[in-house]
């Protein structure tokens, strides 16, 4: 079967970091350590390389391997971790003794993920040519407008407006970077990002139940300064989208929210990133609070890549859109947006886990997909999708890319 559609708008993806990594070293297809090594050494000796797509597991790098290697910043394939190697350390030790004390602790990367993103980020560097490598990519993969919700500081956002998507690509950024940009920047940035848990990767999702193997998984603030941050950042007069992936969290996030309400502040529009496992009373109070759910129809698949760390019951409670929809009234487009957080970007991925999920409480029609993420602003070419229902395949015609 066929389908038309415009290029979509994906509502929640990581633009400067995404596009700076285009074309770094990636380790990612490697599995040699020797080869892994030799490509390592080969690196510039008088300046710190971002190299990505190391697998902790199977590219082991022992203290001695790391000694002889030029300044590097090692990424793990979900960017959730790092190595320095130390001549890296030399050149990071002034800038940033905590990163350079910490890095090793997940603990701390988990809590400090924001701060590690930017640095990613600008350490890879953005540059016109990679950005406008990344935007042609997202064009492949049927997507027409996205929304970049970590801008990693001044430098991206020159870049940014120059490129022709600067229409096509709205911004967020945390407080702390937000900071350090020029009063333009400031006047154009679309809202403020804020984290309140972990990753299902990382194990640091706050969820109810603890994760198989007894991690509870970390909320980032206590209830008390959770509340205090966001009466803070109220007082900014910016959107905002928080970050909260398990119940826990959600919770907890709601349960603030509720109480600044009551108090009278209310913020220009409230947005909830992935809410993964939102429970039906969870998403009532969300509705009766106006907020607007910004989810990822591709993190379905973490029902299946994760049943190693969620139980049968977890596992079917992700990405309930169903309830959602049905139960609660969400309407995808107005108060349910949807994106890809880049894994990966396009439709195709998207659709797929939407049309074949691997629970029924998941499932999208294309209609609702396509709503979720409406069309980019702007008048451009209708793409094409084929949805093969025998064999459960989705793909674009004319680039069917899935970019990660
Ligand atoms: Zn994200």
Same mark, same amino acid.
Do not use: K
């Given at each position: 079967m066929l389908h038309r559609f415009a290029p979509i708008f994906d509502r929640h993806s990581h633009v400067s970091l995404y596009a700076a990594l285009e074309g770094c070293p990636d380790l990612s297809a490697c599995i040699d350590p020797a080869s892994a090594l030799a490509q390592l050494r080969s690196l510039p000796g008088d300046r710190l390389s971002l190299v990505r797509g190391w697998h902790s597991g199977r590219l082991p790098l022992s203290e001695a391997d790391l000694a002889e290697l030029p300044p590097v910043l090692l990424v793990n394939l979900s960017l959730h971790g790092l190595r320095l190697s130390p001549r890296a350390v030399r050149l990071l030790r002034d800038t940033d003794p905590e990163l350079v004390a910490r890095h090793a602790d997940p603990a701390w990367c988990e809590r400090n993920l924001d701060r590690l993103l930017v640095l990613f980020g600008r350490t890879a560097g953005l540059t016109a040519a990679k950005l406008e490598a990344w935007i042609q990519g997202l064009e492949a993969a049927g997507v027409g407008a996205v929304e970049d919700l970590l801008l990693t500081g001044e430098e991206a956002w020159w870049v940014v407006r120059a490129s022709r998507w600067a229409d096509r690509l709205p911004w967020r950024t945390v407080p702390a970077i937000f900071d350090t940009l020029p009063t333009e920047a400031q006047a154009e940035c679309a809202g403020l990002k804020v984290f309140t848990d972990g990753a299902l990767g990382a194990r640091t999702a706050a969820l109810d139940e603890p994760f198989l193997g007894g991690g509870p998984g970390l909320l980032l603030y206590t209830d008390e300064a959770l509340h205090q941050e966001l009466a803070t950042l109220h007082a900014r007069g910016k959107p905002l989208a928080i970050h909260a992936i398990g119940d826990r969290a959600i919770g907890q996030v709601l349960a603030a929210l509720e109480d600044l309400d009551r108090q009278g502040l209310r913020f220009p529009s409230l947005r909830l990133e992935h809410v993964q496992f939102i429970t039906e009373t969870q998403a009532r109070r969300a509705r009766d609070l106006g907020l607007?759910?910004?989810?990822?129809? %591709?993190?379905?698949?973490?029902?299946? !890549?994760?049943?190693?760390?969620?139980?049968?019951?977890?596992?079917?409670?992700? %990405?309930?859109?169903?309830?959602?929809? !049905?139960?609660?009234?969400?309407?995808?487009?107005?108060?349910l947006i949807f994106g890809s957080d880049g894994m990966p970007h396009g439709l195709a991925y998207a659709a797929q886990w939407s049309l074949f999920p691997p629970f029924e409480g998941q499932r999208l029609g294309l209609e609702e997909l396509l709503a979720g993420y409406g069309p980019a602003p702007g008048d451009l070419p209708v793409r094409e999708l084929v949805v093969e229902a025998a064999t459960r395949e989705v793909r674009l015609i004319g680039g069917s890319r899935w970019m990660s």
């Open positions: 607007v759910l910004s989810m990822q129809p %591709n993190f379905s698949s973490d029902s299946v !890549d994760y049943a190693d760390r969620l139980g049968p019951a977890t596992l079917a409670r992700n %990405n309930p859109f169903r309830m959602l929809i !049905d139960q609660v009234g969400f309407r995808p487009g107005r108060d």
